[in-house]
Structure formats: structure tokens, C-alpha cells
């Protein structure tokens, strides 16, 4: 596959439209300035520090009597991409909580540490403080492979049930031992996205593949590219490009084998960032207490583009 292979283009209106968010804070009498502050920063929020130093953002909503949910975000974005997942389920009366994973969103922008140990310490960081018991873990992506991670590490009590959506494990990079993965031309290719014109190319990712937006008949949202393209920016460029081998990289066979707790393992079968067949089917046969939900046809990003439907399932087996 050439290294184009998540890339397509986009208009130049799409570039300069990505600032309509500050330009309408402007309009209810900010200052430009002090606009892009409101959209960048977390000062209302939460935050940890961790034993390196490192300030983890989060936000900790609804009440704290209510079953936890914790949401884990993807790359390269925030815990602003679970929006249709955090109002549903505070209307539902649970308690949720999402947090920026280090180098990304509201988070320190991290120059080490951009790796799934790392990352999953974090977040056993975060429920210690929080002091989470038997939470539901919920991760996207590579916030699938930090939910993995993290889940086949944590303390007795701390978690009751895990979900994958569209997730990265058991391993995406291709190899003797994983012959139907993707080559690694694949991630150099969304490397030197990173390195060479990271914002044109977290346009270009949206407007494609990552929403199927480069599909026949795809309904496109300009707003969610601008919202896709805003939470990638907020991040640091060197934990984006970091990142790239901890989501291809890892292995989490071992982990998945750990994981003692029901795990819904859910996955579109026209999921071109993370192919189906050789993610969701070979992660659920590792898993002790896995079941295994397909989606005819939907994207990766089908929390955002299919969340009506995403929504009920999450409930259902939370419920369960």
C-alpha cells in the first residue's frame, strides 16, 4: 500500500473554515484571542498530576453516587470525540467520565511516555484518584488498545466490564506471526503526515476514511472534520508521532487473554482505518467473557456518524 493510504484531498475552503469555531466566539464579543483560549483550554476542568510530572486532563461529569463510565478517546484526538456518548449517557443517569490521554487535548504535551505502558498507568493514576469501583471502561481505537492495556493491569474491584469500538487489538502491524495486518509503509505514511503537514493531513483523514466521508452517497458533516481537525491540533505534534507505533505496534494478545470481565468487542465491517478482519474476530477469540457485534457498513468513526445506534448497544450491555 503507498503511503497515501489514509489520505485524501481537501478543498481549500475546508482549511480556512476549520477557524469558524473562534471566529463565532468572536462574534459574542471575545476577542480572537481570548476566543481560542475558550476552545483550547480546560480551565473549568479537572486534572492529575502523574509521578513523571505530567498533568492528565480530565472531565468527571453527572453523579458520583451513578455507575461509572470512563471513555478513551483515539488518535489523535481528545475526549471531546465521545460528545454524543457523554450527553446520552448523562441524560441516562450515569456518571461519566473522559479524559485526554498525555500528549493529546488539554493534556501536557508530552515529549516521552507516548507509549501503552505509559498510557495505561495514566489512567490507573486517574481511577486511584478518582477512586473507581467497577467502572465500565470504553475505548475507541487506540483507546481500545489503552482500555485492553489497562483493564489486564488494573486492581481487583476497579473495573466490571470492558468495551472495544472499532479498536486496534490484538495487533495491527503486519508480520510473520500476524500475516493479515497492515505494512508498516502504512504508518510511515501516516508518520510523515505528522511531520511534513500535520494540519492538512488531519483534514485530509476526516474528509476520507476515517468517517467513510469517501464513500458513494456518504451524508458529510463538515462540522465533524472542523471538530476532528480542531481536537488534532490542540495535541503535540511529537505525541501524535509517537503514538503512531503504540497503536500499530503493540501487541495486546497477552492482555486480551487476562481480561477476566464481559467485553463487548464492537467493529464496522467497512472500517478502512482498522480493518474488521484482522482486529475485532481474532481480539474476541482471546478474550475469556467476549462478545463479538458487527456493523454492516459502517465506518470507523461510527460512534460519531451511526451514535443514535452505537448508543443503544453501549446501553444494552451496560445494562446487562
Known amino acids: 500500500m503507498s503511503e497515501n493510504y489514509f489520505a485524501t484531498r481537501a478543498t481549500r475552503r475546508d482549511v480556512l473554515a476549520a ?9 459574542l464579543g471575545m476577542s480572537e484571542s481570548a476566543a481560542a483560549a475558550t476552545l483550547t483550554t480546560g480551565a473549568t476542568m479537572d486534572s492529575i498530576k502523574t509521578k513523571d510530572g505530567v498533568s492528565i486532563f480530565y472531565k ?3 453523579p458520583k453516587s451513578a455507575p461509572a463510565l470512563v471513555f478513551h478517546h483515539g488518535w489523535p484526538l481528545s ?3 465521545w460528545d454524543a456518548q457523554v450527553l446520552f449517557f448523562l441524560l441516562k443517569g450515569f456518571r461519566v467520565i473522559a479524559h485526554d490521554r498525555r500528549g493529546h487535548g488539554r493534556s501536557t504535551q508530552t515529549f516521552d511516555g507516548n507509549e501503552m505502558d505509559t498510557y495505561a498507568a495514566d489512567v490507573a493514576a486517574l481511577t486511584d484518584a478518582l477512586d473507581l469501583k467497577g467502572a465500565v471502561h470504553i475505548g475507541h481505537s487506540t483507546g481500545g488498545g489503552e482500555v ?6 488494573a486492581k481487583p474491584g476497579r473495573v466490571s466490564k470492558a468495551v472495544l469500538i472499532g479498536a486496534v487489538p490484538p495487533v495491527m502491524l503486519k508480520s510473520a506471526k500476524n500475516p493479515g495486518g497492515l505494512p508498516i509503509e502504512v504508518f510511515d505514511g501516516i508518520r510523515a503526515g505528522v511531520l511534513t503537514n500535520r494540519a492538512q493531513f488531519y483534514i485530509d483523514l476526516p474528509t476520507g476514511p476515517f468517517y467513510g466521508y469517501n464513500r458513494p452517497g456518504a451524508r458529510i458533516s463538515q462540522g465533524t472534520i472542523y471538530n476532528w481537525w480542531r481536537q488534532g491540533m490542540m495535541g503535540g505534534a511529537k505525541a501524535h508521532y509517537d503514538c503512531v507505533k503504540a497503536f500499530s505496534e503493540t501487541d495486546f494478545t497477552e492482555d486480551l487473554k487476562k481480561i477476566d470481565v464481559p467485553t ?6 467497512d472500517d478502512q482505518i482498522v480493518p474488521i478482519a484482522d482486529s475485532a474476530p481474532l481480539a474476541v477469540k482471546l ?27 453501549l446501553l444494552a450491555f451496560v445494562k446487562s
Not at 477557524?19 to 462574534?27: D, P, R, Y
Not at 467473557?289 to 460519531?304: E, I, Q, R, S, W
Open 148 to 153: 485492553a492495556h489497562y483493564v489486564a493491569r
Open 264 to 269: 463487548l468487542v464492537m467493529h464496522g465491517t
Open 287 to 313: 478474550l475469556k467473557k467476549g462478545t463479538l457485534k458487527t456493523y454492516d457498513g459502517f465506518p470507523h468513526g461510527m460512534a460519531t456518524t451511526h451514535a443514535d445506534v452505537i448508543n443503544a448497544d
Open 79 to 81: 475526549s471531546d470525540d
Open 19 to 27: 477557524s469558524a469555531g473562534v471566529a463565532s466566539l468572536a462574534m
Open 60 to 62: 468527571d461529569l453527572g
